[in-house]
């Protein structure tokens, strides 16, 4: 059975979306429709990624031999603007909690494959550890 998360909407991704508006608001007010319009672009992708944004929890069928394997992956969609990551389980490698500067907000980083990195802001954050400690085994 799939499980879905969803993105936490956070004080930097509102305060980056007010930001944008009154920047774009601001240079149509001055005339500047070009530099306006180009603001509102990248305000529309900024929403869309982050309303949009989903972790899903699921099974890939796969086998080489024939038959159907199971595997437990993650899959990272971060809306219609761009390609969903897939995350296998057996290659997580590592999971830790981080914070940003002055601690004003915090994620999830995992670690999986070579080298790689995810982050993730989950709504509720207990649920999506636990999940992910359930699939992992």
Known sequence: MDRIFHQRFTIAAKSGITILTLL?????LQRQAVVGFLLVILL???IERVVHT???FSHDFSGS?????????LIIDKGRFSHPLII???????????STAF????YILIEYGEGKMAS??????????????????
């Open 24 to 28: 774009a608001f601001w240079f149509f």
């Open 103 to 106: 601690h004003l907000s915090h």
């Open 120 to 137: 993730f802001q989950p709504e509720d954050e207990d649920a999506f550890l636990s999940e992910l400690k359930k699939r992992s085994k």
């Open 65 to 73: 031999d024939g038959g159907k394997e199971e595997k437990n992956v």
């Open 44 to 46: 529309m992708v900024m």
């Open 88 to 98: 296998f389980f057996e290659d997580i490698k590592k999971v830790n909690m981080m």
């Open 54 to 56: 989903r972790y899903v």
